[in-house]
Every structure is written in structure tokens, then in C-alpha cells.
């Protein structure tokens, strides 16, 4: 019975921190990707210079489509 | 201002993965949107901030972007003189979300079909109740001076 529970608390714990650690991931992978006319690509991530500047007004423009 | 709403409506028909989409001019007035007013005015001065931001990170001109956020993406493509604004879903099909869009602003771009004019109706064909005239020839008199 308390090999049990250790079990499902181990798991419940064991998904948390799989939770957390995907959410990271994800907020780690915000960034943008800029195409100018001569062709070139520039990818802008976070913590980047500059990365900030060009998040914030995407992360509004999400925001307002999203009421 | 209907066409471009046309070419919108067209739009979130093709593409699934577009959940709202704003056409703005240069100056960021909304063209056309897929949202309310109030919320496509809100989208229409973010993208333009967003665009004009980018626009300075190089001399080269920007064509169009996209912004891989946590909740979803931002995808902003200019012409000579509009931008087109979309959001979507998280990891969306970016090449196909860009070809979208650009499709769309091409479409706004050309000048809408005429209309094929209404040809003239002939009024219907009457019966003959009568036999057929048998065909008479003409003959050139003859020149009796000759």
C-alpha cells in the first residue's frame, strides 16, 4: 500500500516537472524570424539584442487577435 | 474595401491554420479584418510597430516575418503598399501560412474580372408554315448592245 502511494506521488511529481520543464522550453523558443528583398534571413531569439524590442509588439498582436 | 473582405473571407476558407488575419495600409489604417473593429485596430498597430521594428535592423528592405511565441505565431507580409497581419495556432506550417497570405495580397492587388456583356437575345426563330420559295436566280440581263 505505501510502495503505492510513493508510486503515484512519484509520478504526479515525476509530470509536474515534465510540465514545467516543457513551459520552459516553450517560452525559450520565442523568436522571430525577419526575411528581407535581397534574400537574406535573420532569426532573432530570445535574450538576443533586440529580441524584446520585436517580441513584445508580436506578443500584443497575439493578444489582440485573441480578444 | 469588399474585395479585400472577399479575399479575407477567401483566405480563413483555405487555410485552417489562420485564426485571424487584418489588411492595413502603410499608415495602419485597417483595411479589411476578420475581427472586430476594435480588436483589428488593436492588431493593425501592433503588426505595424512589429514591422517597422524589424524594418531597422537592416538597410535591406523587409519582405515579411513571422514570431514563434508560446501560445502561437504572428505572421506579417507587405506588398507596395499593404501589409496583411495573421495569427495562428502554435507550430504552424510556416511556408504554407506565408503563401497564404501572399496569395491573398496578390489577389487584392488585381483589378477585379469584368463581367462577359449579356449577348444580345435574338428573338426565336419562326416557323414556317408555308413550303420553302423555290430558289430563283438572277441572271445579268444581257446587254442587248452588245
Redesign the interface.
Known amino acids: 500500500m505505501r510502495a503505492a502511494r510513493t508510486l503515484v506521488l512519484g509520478a504526479a511529481l515525476g509530470s509536474a516537472a515534465g510540465a514545467v520543464l516543457l513551459r520552459r522550453r ?2 525559450s ?10 534574400g ?1 534571413l ?1 532569426t ?1 531569439g530570445k535574450g538576443q539584442p ?1 529580441a524584446e ?3 513584445s ?6 493578444v ?4 | 474595401m469588399a474585395q479585400t473582405a472577399d479575399a479575407l473571407e477567401h483566405l480563413t476558407e483555405i487555410s485552417s491554420q489562420i ?2 488575419a487584418v489588411v492595413l495600409d502603410r499608415e495602419g489604417t485597417v483595411v479589411a479584418a476578420t ?1 472586430d473593429d476594435e ?1 483589428a485596430g ?2 493593425a ?3 505595424l ?2 514591422f517597422r ?2 524594418d531597422e ?2 538597410e ?15 505572421f506579417v507580409v507587405r506588398d507596395a503598399d499593404r501589409l496583411i ?1 495573421a ?1 495562428t495556432r ?1 507550430e504552424p506550417t ?1 511556408g504554407l501560412v506565408f503563401y497564404d497570405l501572399k496569395s491573398c495580397l496578390r489577389s487584392l492587388g488585381e483589378a477585379p474580372p469584368e463581367k462577359p456583356k449579356p449577348k444580345p437575345k435574338r428573338a426565336p426563330a419562326k416557323r414556317r408554315t408555308t413550303t420553302p420559295r423555290s430558289r430563283t436566280t438572277t441572271r445579268k440581263k444581257k446587254d442587248e448592245s452588245g
Open positions: 516553450a517560452r523558443r520565442d523568436r522571430v524570424e525577419l526575411y528581407f528583398d535581397d537574406t535573420v532573432v533586440d524590442r520585436l517580441l509588439p508580436a506578443r500584443e498582436l497575439l489582440a487577435a485573441r480578444g | 485564426e485571424a475581427v480588436r488593436r492588431m498597430g501592433a503588426a510597430e512589429l521594428r524589424a535592423q537592416r535591406q528592405e523587409l519582405v515579411q516575418l513571422d514570431a514563434a511565441l508560446e501560445g502561437g505565431s504572428v497581419a495569427t502554435a510556416v
